[in-house]
């Protein structure tokens, strides 16, 4: 790794351009436990550690950049939505956060289940040996493949998400000689994001079957009457990296409301009720998640009011965390390659990666933060964007940030907070090969879904 001089990129006083950021961190060789996953510290000498290995000999081993994703911890945060949540509700880890043989086991092992939305999740899922009954089957467009294939397996639900996928169900379960458990996604004009929900978003989206015009209602009228379905319940979902929770609040009212109209209507009490994900995580330090007891109580006791008020018997819970489980648990290592400060604007900080295995922040304006991971800093503060080595100019990991003025290339910076969305929605522009998933664990290594490489490029390209 050589280290040359570079000219010292401007300082934050030079100039406070429109972004999300404040002033410089008091320290910048902190790591916030709040973003950083369960194990990390930094060693004596000032290089990150995590699980017990030192950060400069995990990119030595298997090179950078690379999600190093804290095994300890993702288990103890599954452990902990599933005792958070008790035996009368269950926990279904939403796998398209990110998914691999080697995280289904330590979910089948820590007792959650699984929600799939693709057959080739399905795939991973069944081939790690997650048994099917735990499995919950998600998607506004699932093809007759996927169906077959699921209810063939025994999946324990599928969730109807279109009044043509319910005839389509039924007719495959009954062609199999089967009746598979569903429930029907509604959308209840509640959209969370953030900090803020409204209750009153219009329907206008790919998901689910609106409850207003009673729409909702008509499709559990349609789902009733088909021999295929068993139907057991209601999903809602309302949207991602929530913190506040009043949006559930109005989104199990409306679904009680429901609940209640079919029970009146047809004399049934559907068993169950599924709130869904989206539940926030720390992705800088000014983000403030709930622990996932907080969470428990909070929906268990609004699912139980809203119930006694309709005077419905309180039907089974369940939650569909992802980014929740998966996100604070892993960080992407990079190491630093061109550095280019831009006179009264800020300093560009290019790596080895990019927005092929982050595209959060171009796709969603998501906020990261970021720091020298290879050793200690005592240098001013440096305003920085981190950049990738895309052929775009929306390249983009983390927009604003604050990195040591003495950075150099062959550092080895690390974003925290990427064990969701990262890996699973990682692409190969510009023909860049994707990134290992190295999993630590008490001193030890091992890769898990390890590094593209240039010929599995040339394999798919068989012209
Ligand atoms: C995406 C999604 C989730 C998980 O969302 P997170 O923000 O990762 O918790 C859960 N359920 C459904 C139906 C989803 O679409």
């Known amino acids: 790794m050589s280290r040359s001089a570079h000219p010292a990129g401007p300082r934050h006083a030079d100039v406070l351009p429109e972004g999300h950021y404040s002033a410089p961190p008091a320290d910048l060789n902190a790591l916030d436990p709040k973003v950083w996953a369960q194990t990390v510290s930094r060693d004596e000498d000032g290089a990150l550690t995590v699980g017990g290995i030192p950060v400069t000999r995990l990119a030595e081993e298997f090179g950078t950049p690379a999600y190093v994703?804290?095994?300890?911890?993702?288990?103890?945060?599954?452990?902990?939505?599933?005792?958070?949540?008790?035996?009368?509700?269950?926990?279904?880890?939403?796998?398209?956060?990110?998914?691999s043989r080697a995280v289904v086991r330590w979910l089948d092992e820590e007792g959650l289940n699984l929600d799939v939305c693709s057959g080739g999740e399905l795939a991973?899922?069944?081939?790690?040996?997650?048994?099917?009954?735990?499995?919950?089957?998600?998607?506004?467009?699932?093809?007759?493949?996927?169906?077959?294939?699921?209810?063939?397996?025994?999946?324990?639900?599928?969730?109807?998400?279109?009044?043509?996928?319910?005839?389509?169900?039924?007719?495959?379960?009954?062609?199999?000689?089967?009746?598979?458990?569903?429930?029907?996604?509604?959308?209840?004009?509640?959209?969370a994001h953030t900090h803020e929900f409204i209750a009153t978003a219009h329907e206008d989206q790919k998901f689910g079957i609106p409850l207003a015009g009673g729409q909702a209602a008509e499709a559990v009228r349609r789902a009733l009457q088909l021999d295929g379905l068993e139907v057991i319940g209601i999903h809602s979902h309302i949207g991602s990296q929530i913190f506040d929770m009043s949006g559930f609040e109005v989104a199990a009212h409306r679904v009680v409301g429901l609940l209640k109209d079919i029970r009146d209507e047809h004399g049934v009490e559907l068993p169950e009720i599924d709130l869904g994900g989206g539940l926030g995580i720390a992705y800088t330090s000014d983000d403030d998640p709930r622990e996932p007891h907080e969470i428990a109580k909070a929906l268990t006791e609004i699912v139980a009011r809203e119930c006694e008020a309709a005077r419905l018997s309180t039907p089974r819970l369940s939650v569909e965390p992802g980014r929740a489980i998966v996100g604070p648990t892993a960080?992407?290592?990079?190491?630093?390659?061109?550095?280019?400060?831009?006179?009264?604007?800020?300093?560009?900080?290019s790596v080895d990666g990019g927005m092929s295995d982050n595209i959060r922040t171009a796709l969603y304006d998501a906020d990261y933060s970021v720091a020298l991971v290879s050793r200690r800093s005592e240098a001013e503060p440096m305003l920085s964007r981190v950049v990738g080595k895309h052929c775009e100019s929306g390249d983009i990991v983390v927009r604003d940030a604050f990195l040591p003025g003495d950075l150099a290339p062959g550092d080895l910076i690390a974003v925290p907070a990427t064990g969701a969305y990262c890996r699973s929605m990682a692409s190969n522009y510009n023909h860049v090969l994707r990134p290992p998933v190295v999993a630590v664990a008490d001193g030890e290594a091992r890769v898990i879904v390890r590094r593209e490489t240039e010929d599995d490029l040339l394999r798919l390209d068989v012209g």
């Open 124 to 191: 991973t899922a069944l081939s790690a040996g997650m048994p099917a009954d735990r499995i919950a089957f998600h998607g506004n467009n699932k093809s007759v493949a996927e169906i077959r294939r699921a209810v063939g397996a025994g999946v324990g639900r599928i969730v109807l998400d279109s009044f043509q996928e319910i005839v389509r169900v039924a007719h495959i379960a009954q062609s199999l000689g089967t009746r598979q458990r569903v429930q029907i996604r509604v959308t209840v004009g509640v959209e």
């Open 69 to 99: 994703l804290d095994e300890t911890d993702f288990r103890a945060r599954a452990r902990a939505w599933r005792s958070a949540f008790g035996n009368d509700a269950d926990v279904f880890y939403a796998g398209k956060a990110f998914l």
């Open 331 to 349: 960080f992407t290592v990079y190491e630093v390659g061109t550095i280019k400060p831009l006179d009264g604007l800020r300093t560009y900080v």
